[in-house]
């Protein structure tokens, strides 16, 4: 008799075992994709332009570009100068730059040439992909001007 009732009870938790583990309990989870956005305070550091590597001279500052769509503005440094100007986000990654002035201060020509290559391509650029850590500005679907977050920006 014993034994009997020792398979019953065996028998008894077992079912209730897979009972609860059989349970339909659906948790609804709430799954929210969240797109990266501009933040005024976020500086962007150049690391690539048309697919190349930047490779700055001794000496020049890197070429950095911070965008406050809230503001409709852009401003960063060339490498030499400051520059600055009118950024209109068009939704979709698109975007519009107003007209880009600059400070003129006298820097060594190889710096000069870095920076007008950067203010040609940035005057190209019509719409953009913005990642956590990663920025490109692109001409149609072609990637022309690659940037990273500064180190520093990357808490926020």
Same mark, same amino acid.
């Given at each position: 008799?014993?034994?009997?009732? #020792? *398979?019953?009870?065996?028998?008894?938790?077992?079912?209730? %075992? @897979?009972?609860?583990?059989a /349970?339909?309990c659906?948790?609804?989870?709430?799954? @929210?994709? %969240?797109?990266?956005?501009f $933040?005024?305070?976020?500086?962007?550091?150049?690391?690539?332009?048309?697919?190349?590597?930047?490779?700055? $001279?001794e000496?020049?500052?890197? @070429? *950095?570009?911070?965008?406050?769509p809230?503001?409709?503005?852009? $401003?960063?440094?060339s490498? /030499?100068?400051?520059?600055? +100007?009118?950024?209109? &986000?068009?939704?979709?990654?698109?975007?519009?730059? +107003?007209?880009i $002035? %600059?400070? #003129?201060? %006298? /820097?060594?020509?190889?710096?000069? #040439? @870095?920076?007008?290559a950067?203010?040609? !391509? !940035?005057? !190209?650029?019509?719409?953009?992909?913005?990642?956590?850590?990663?920025l490109?500005? #692109?001409?149609?679907?072609?990637?022309?001007l !690659?940037?990273?977050?500064?180190?520093? &920006?990357m808490?926020?």
């Open positions: 008799m014993k034994y009997k009732t #020792k *398979t019953l009870v065996l028998i008894i938790i077992a079912i209730a %075992a @897979i009972s609860m583990g /349970c339909k659906h948790k609804k989870v709430a799954v @929210i994709e %969240a797109k990266p956005e $933040n005024a305070e976020e500086t962007w550091m150049l690391v690539s332009m048309r697919g190349k590597e930047v490779v700055y $001279n000496g020049q500052k890197q @070429i *950095t570009l911070v965008i406050n809230e503001a409709g503005t852009m $401003n960063g440094h490498g /030499c100068n400051r520059y600055f +100007g009118d950024f209109k &986000d068009l939704g979709d990654g698109q975007f519009e730059l +107003g007209m $002035n %600059a400070t #003129k201060m %006298a /820097c060594p020509e190889p710096f000069h #040439k @870095i920076e007008g950067y203010m040609q !391509l !940035l005057r !190209l650029c019509d719409n953009y992909t913005l990642g956590e850590y990663t490109e500005l #692109k001409q149609k679907d072609k990637v022309l !690659l940037f990273e977050k500064q180190q520093d &920006d808490s926020k």
